[in-house]
């Protein structure tokens, strides 16, 4: 089993609104991932969390705040948004940090 | 330079032909090589990875590695219109040591039937 879910699917929210968007795996993955990704381009790289630690984060801008509640969750807390962040947030997890990464579906933002 | 390259394509191979991706990396302290197939408003599929120089084969997919040439590549035989798709290579690790992927801007796939 190499599933990653992620909820919402869609995702429609005002420049005002707080959400969260969340993701989960039973796989034991150590090493889970949040990414961004526009109309194509490549997924580009938000924050990493190895062992429930934050081990990176990309310069995201504080609007974006990551959370690792425990080594199954991880969620992406959303607060006042601009237009351009709307995207395609995709998770993954891996074993660890050095291995293969599986995608979750993805939640298709929309910042209106 | 671009950390990682592809060709964005499209290529465009018959249908039972092989089709060719490649991919280069500019940091000669890489790991760990990765390809994703990506299908339109879909998340990332892992489809294979590779560690040492030389082929790894999975049915119809063969990813090959040159570290000496920091170059990798996916051949998928007997293609088909199902292979249509974004075709995104990863690289991970290397001299600074963190563990992220960088992924190349990925290659457009079309087969033809």
């Known amino acids: 089993d190499t599933e990653v879910t992620q909820t919402p699917k869609h995702l429609v929210m005002g420049m005002t609104n707080k959400k969260s968007l969340k993701c989960e795996q039973h796989?034991?993955?150590?090493?889970m991932y949040w990414y961004k990704q526009k109309a194509k381009k490549p997924p580009e790289l938000m924050f990493v969390y190895s062992y429930e630690k934050l081990s990176i984060n990309e310069s995201v801008p504080s609007r974006f705040s990551p959370e690792c509640p425990n080594s199954s969750l991880l969620n992406l807390h959303l607060h006042a948004l601009q237009p351009e962040d709307s995207a395609l947030y995709l998770c993954a997890s891996s074993q660890d940090p050095g291995h293969e990464a599986f995608f979750g579906q993805g939640t298709r933002l929309t910042v209106v | 330079q671009k950390e990682v390259e592809q060709n964005s394509g499209p290529l465009s191979v018959p249908e039972g032909a092989i089709a060719s991706l490649n991919c280069t990396y500019s940091?000669?302290?890489?790991?760990?090589f990765f390809w994703y197939r990506q299908y339109s408003g879909k998340s990332p599929e892992l489809i294979m990875f590779?560690?040492?120089?030389g082929d790894k084969e999975d049915g119809r997919f063969t990813a090959q590695l040159n570290k000496a040439s920091q170059y990798v590549s996916l051949l998928i035989r007997d293609s088909q219109p199902s292979d249509s798709a974004t075709y995104l290579c990863a690289v991970l690790g290397g001299s600074s040591g963190t563990y992220k992927y960088i992924f190349g801007t990925g290659t457009r796939l079309k087969v033809l039937a």
């Open positions: 796989m034991g993955h150590r090493a």
């Open positions: 940091d000669r302290g890489s790991q760990s």
């Open positions: 590779i560690y040492s120089n």
